[in-house]
């Protein structure tokens, strides 16, 4: 069993950053490759960026490639999403999820635990 706990949401003016962290329980953390979902009002939960088991592979959505950078920390359980040039259209609950698989995955039903989520609001 995974805990996972989500922290830095906020609210923050267009152009700005955020850093999200996310702290897991347990002694496996190095054992799940890591995922940031994110999912606005009315819309689907879609895949952010995810990183694998030891961080040496990480994959992006096509619309925060450049400006978001996921990492994690094994020694501290803790994943981290470096959210910078953000945008109204980034506006949404970020998730934080992990997944057994070595690399990790787009699809949100890969996931095997979820944290709670934080909000992430961004001004215009």
């Known amino acids: 069993q995974v805990q996972l706990v989500e922290s830095g949401g906020g609210l923050v003016q267009a152009g700005g950053s955020l850093r999200l962290s996310c702290a897991a329980s347990g002694r496996t953390f190095s054992s799940y490759a890591m995922g940031w979902f994110r999912q606005a009002p009315g819309k689907e939960r879609e895949f952010v960026a995810t990183?694998?088991?030891?961080?040496?592979?990480?994959d992006y959505a096509d619309s925060v490639k450049g400006r978001f950078t996921i990492s994690r920390d094994n020694a501290k359980n803790t994943v981290y999403l470096q959210m910078n040039s953000l945008k109204p259209e980034d506006t949404a609950v970020y998730y934080c999820a992990a997944d057994r698989s070595l690399r990790g995955s787009y699809y949100f039903g890969d996931y095997d635990y979820w944290g709670q989520g934080t909000q992430v609001t961004v001004s215009s």
């Open positions: 990183i694998s088991r030891n961080g040496g592979i990480k």
